[in-house]
Every structure is written in structure tokens, then in C-alpha cells.
């Protein structure tokens, strides 16, 4: 039997840039439009929903999945990788409009050059209306993953992000009732990229711009003092895993999660803390909080949403 990709699980659709809009040194936004995006959504907050997008290759042609089947996954990476395009993932910063009018809003950061460039993030600083990109994308009605901020009954919030996380925490205090308490401290390399964030009354929102600084030093040191610590280890890790991924149900390292001990009577327990960015610095802040301060690991999500010098696999 012929599939077409409307009935995967899933979308997997060629998508369009509708507008363009340079935020600040370091952020671009790109509203991507498609009649497809009318079946685009999650059923509650999208939060920090995650995507996925594949750039156009060297010749600028994007791979064809019009008769994707659920092997569609194994077909394209039997392309071979100069022609298939790059694969990079990207947060849901906002769904704007609705039906055919569904306007899907990712904001990219703009990294480097030579060396420390990579597709996405070339990509983004190049945007034009007109451009296209494949989205592989949650499809409402049906289960996607891709949300990890699950605060259970936490009665205060701690988000911890780089520039790579702004979109996702943005999004998530976005969809945070009025009556949300906690802190968010966010790292962006200048003072310019500082934006305007709309939070509610019990959450504040710390902007540390780097301006030359070393990675994830200021952010550390801050999210100790937050809570009452002065920092001890490095903030920065030098043995990672790129693929760091620590959640409450997850891990990357193969921890059996529902065995880990809970920490109760601790003085952490009412917080839950979302953390992402690069990752030798959420490792650094891993070890802070749960093996110097003795977090219950079941309260925080630690993810490496990049990791210095290496190009993330597709
Ligand atoms: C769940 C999730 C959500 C994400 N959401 C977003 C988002 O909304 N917006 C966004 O911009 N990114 C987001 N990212 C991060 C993004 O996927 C990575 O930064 C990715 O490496 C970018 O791909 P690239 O092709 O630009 O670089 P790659 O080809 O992956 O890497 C090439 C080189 O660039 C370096 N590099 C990559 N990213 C950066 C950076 N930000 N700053 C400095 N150097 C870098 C690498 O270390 C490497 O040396 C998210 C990642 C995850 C896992």
C-alpha cells in the first residue's frame, strides 16, 4: 500500500519562511507558514516543544517525502549525507494564527563562523522569505514527545538556559499560570540580545550577558547564590557527554531513574529546576545540584542542547 506523508503520525512537511525579523546580535526569527502546519499542535501547552528541521543541501534541495511510510526515518539517512540535507533540532518558540494560516515561529540563534558555523545556525542568519526547510513536527491528536518541562506539584521553578534555551524558556513562561513562583536566569553572549520576556509577577527573570566572559562562569555562580551555595567545583565540565539528557524519566547515561534514591525532608524539595544549553555547562550545574547539594534527581531536568566544537549528528 502507497503512504503519503499526511497519514504518518507525525508532520513531515515542506514548510516556507513568511517573515524574517532580527531580534538582537545573536537572535533571528523566522515564521515559517504551510497549509500543512493546520494539523501542527500538542494537546495542552506546547511549553518547550521541540522540532525538528532539515536544511536544503549544498545544491539547495531538500530531501522528498511525499510518500513517506513509518520507515521514513531509515529512507533518508540511506541518502547519502552530502545530498540528504542537515538535521538540526529547533524549539517551538510560538504557533501564531490557526488553520491553513498557522504560522510556526522558531527563533535561531546566530553561532560563529569557520569552524564554529554549523548548517542551522548558518541557516538562520541567512533567512529569507521565500526559503523552505523541512519540519518534522508533533501532529495534534497524536503523541509526539518532545515536551520536557513537567514541574509535577513543585511549589517554586528554577529555568536555567543559554542562548539555545532562550526560545524554549521564553515559550515555557509563556504558557505558565499567573500564579507560577521561581527564578530564571538566562546566559546570552551580549547585552544587546537581553529581550523583552513576559513572566509572571512570581517569577523573575535574570538576563546575564556574557560580553566576552567565559561560558556558563556568571550563570553558575549565580544559580548557586540563588540558592543559598557558593560555588565550589568548575563550571564547566570537561568531560561530557554530548549527549547529555537527565531527566526525571530519562537518562542518557543508562541510570535506572526509577531506582535513583529520592532525596525527601530536604530543603529542595518544593523545587523543580529545567536547565539546558551547552552542555559542559549543564553538566557543570548537574554536579552542583545534585551531588553537592543533594537535589532529588527526580526534580531536575538537565539537557545538552549543544556541545562546544562538535556538530550535532542529524
Ligand atoms: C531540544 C532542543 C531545542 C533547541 N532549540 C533551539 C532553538 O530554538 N534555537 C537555536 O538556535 N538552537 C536550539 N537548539 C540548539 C541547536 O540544535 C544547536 O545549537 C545546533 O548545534 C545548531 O546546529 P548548527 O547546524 O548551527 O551547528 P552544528 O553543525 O551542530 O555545530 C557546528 C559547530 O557550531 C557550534 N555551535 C552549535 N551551536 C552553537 C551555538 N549556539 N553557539 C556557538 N557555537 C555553536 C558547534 O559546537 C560546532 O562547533 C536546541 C537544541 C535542542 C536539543
Redesign the pocket.
Same mark, same amino acid.
Given at each position: 500500500m502507497t503512504t503519503t506523508a499526511d497519514q504518518l503520525p507525525l508532520l513531515l512537511e515542506e514548510i516556507e519562511v513568511v517573515r524574517v525579523e532580527k531580534l538582537s546580535p545573536s537572535f533571528v526569527r523566522v515564521e515559517f507558514g504551510s497549509p500543512a502546519l493546520a494539523d501542527l499542535g500538542v494537546d495542552g501547552p506546547l511549553y /518547550?516543544q521541540?522540532i525538528k528541521l532539515i536544511f536544503p543541501n549544498a545544491a539547495g534541495r531538500l530531501p522528498s517525502f511525499e510518500s513517506a511510510d513509518d520507515s521514513w526515518w531509515e529512507t533518508w539517512l540511506d541518502i547519502p549525507e552530502g545530498e540528504r540535507g !542537515?538535521m538540526? %533540532?529547533? %524549539?517551538v518558540?510560538a504557533l501564531h494564527g490557526s488553520g491553513a494560516d498557522t504560522r510556526l515561529v522558531? /527563533?535561531?540563534?546566530v553561532?560563529?563562523e569557520g /569552524?564554529?558555523?554549523?548548517?542551522?545556525? /548558518?541557516w538562520?542568519a541567512h533567512a529569507a522569505v521565500g526559503q523552505r526547510v523541512m519540519t518534522m513536527a508533533p501532529r495534534r491528536g497524536v503523541e509526539f514527545g518532545?515536551i520536557e518541562f513537567d514541574p509535577g506539584t513543585a511549589k517554586r521553578l528554577l529555568l536555567v538556559g543559554d *542562548? %539555545?534555551?532562550v526560545? !524554549?524558556v521564553a515559550a515555557i513562561l509563556e504558557c505558565l499560570p499567573a500564579t507560577a513562583r521561581g527564578a530564571v536566569f538566562l546566559e546570552v553572549p551580549v547585552a544587546d540580545d537581553v529581550l523583552t520576556q513576559r513572566a509572571p509577577d512570581g517569577v523573575k527573570v535574570h538576563w546575564l550577558p556574557r560580553d566576552g566572559a567565559p561560558r556558563a562562569e556568571a550563570i553558575h555562580a549565580a544559580v548557586l547564590e540563588h540558592l543559598g551555595e557558593e560555588p565550589t567545583g568548575p563550571a564547566v565540565a570537561d568531560d561530557v557527554d554530548p549527549d547529555l539528557w537527565e531527566t526525571p524519566t530519562y537518562s542518557s547515561s543508562g541510570e535506572d531513574v526509577g531506582a535513583a534514591v529520592r532525596a525527601v525532608g530536604h530543603e529542595f524539595d518544593d523545587l523543580y529546576a529545567w536547565i !539546558?544549553g *551547552?552542555s559542559s555547562m549543564v553538566t557543570g550545574l548537574r554536579r552542583a545540584l545534585v551531588k553537592g547539594l543533594g537535589i532529588d534527581r527526580h526534580q531536575v531536568a538537565f #539537557?545538552?542542547?549543544?556541545?562546544?566544537?562538535? !556538530? #550535532?549528528r542529524s
Open positions: /518547550d521541540r !542537515a538540526r %533540532t529547533y %524549539t518558540r522558531v /527563533d535561531f540563534v553561532h560563529g /569552524d564554529a558555523s554549523g548548517p542551522g545556525g /548558518d538562520g518532545g *542562548e %539555545t534555551a526560545p !524554549a !539546558a *551547552e #539537557m545538552g542542547y549543544w556541545r562546544l566544537g562538535v !556538530a #550535532m
